[in-house]
């Protein structure tokens, strides 16, 4: 049979299908609310509660570190920022063209917290072994507070007092000076993760491992506390507020009312080189 009369048979064939065979089915899929969008993955668009797409902020890598991993980056007031990274105790300092220096290593394998006072002296707060290091205008770094703690988790200047969030005893301290420190909480958990003061002056903690976010009124003068807010995931991460006063919680970790089974365990590859980036609101 030639390419001629298979051709002619193959169309015959076809002719006489049923017309079931080649039916097309339409569907129609609504995507219109914020669950709808936020199952999926967003590159260039922010999608906002009621539903709506917009474009987002651009982001792009501005510098980049060696070390294993970048664990808190603050303004240093001067267009630049303070970067502290891991595993070996750096603190950077990254100016407003990007340049970047060492500006003080501890003697700890990690700095997870920084924060600076209305001087512009350095606050950094080192783990293991916990050690709170104040840097001043001058570069020199000293140890300035050691609570006795394993972990200095986070770092907050409000009012001439240094907040010391720490584990894993699940203390909070208050600093008024160097080596001038107080017990201001001693929580029920095993770590104090994140410190927040919002436009009001209220102090906001998170912790670990019962995700509970404790709120102090007058923290200048009181360390009376409200629970807020009982996460179902273990660690309260971080906080931030909006233009309205409203505060947004982050959690991460296992969810206590549904634990994961148990899974073997898989060494990780080494992880690539973190970067810092910047966003642009105008884009």
């Not at 350095?122 to 507070?145: C, H, I, N, Q, T």
């Not at 001693?186 to 102090?203: A, C, E, P, V, Y």
């Not at 995931?233 to 309205?244: C, G, I, M, P």
């Not at 089974?261 to 105008?282: G, M, N, R, Y």
Request: hydrophobic share 40%.
């Amino acid at each position: 049979m030639n390419f001629r009369t298979l051709s002619l048979a193959l169309g015959l064939a076809l002719l006489g299908a049923p017309v079931s065979t080649f039916a097309v089915h339409s569907e129609r899929v609504d995507q219109n609310s914020f669950e709808d969008f936020s199952a999926g993955e967003v590159h260039g668009v922010e999608v906002t509660q009621d539903g709506f797409l917009r474009a987002g902020p651009r982001l792009e890598k501005w510098v980049s570190f060696q070390d294993a991993a970048i664990w808190d980056a603050i303004p240093d007031g001067k267009g630049g920022y303070f970067v502290a990274a891991g595993n070996e105790g750096k603190v950077y300092r990254v100016d407003a063209q990007g340049k970047t220096s060492v500006a003080f290593q501890a003697k700890e394998s990690n700095v997870f917290a920084l924060a600076l006072d209305a001087k512009g002296n350095l606050y950094a707060g080192s783990s293991p072994d916990g050690r709170v290091y104040r840097m001043g205008g001058d570069g020199k770094a000293e140890a300035w507070f050691e609570p006795n703690q394993k972990y200095i988790w986070d770092l907050a200047w409000r009012d001439g007092k240094l907040y010391v969030g720490t584990g894993e005893n699940g203390i909070l301290y208050r600093v008024s000076d160097k080596a001038k420190g107080e017990v201001f909480f001693d929580s029920d958990q095993k770590h104090i993760r994140t410190l927040f003061f919002d436009s009001k002056g209220r102090l906001w903690t998170g912790s670990d491992p019962d995700g509970v976010v404790f709120r102090f009124e007058k923290p200048e003068s009181s360390a009376v506390q409200r629970v807020i807010y009982k996460s179902a995931f273990k660690e309260v991460k971080s906080f931030t507020e909006d233009a309205r006063g409203n505060v947004f919680v982050a959690t991460m970790g296992e969810d206590k009312d549904h634990p994961k089974a148990a899974t073997a365990t898989v060494k990780a590859p080494a992880p690539a080189s973190p970067d810092l980036a910047a966003t642009d609101e105008k884009s």
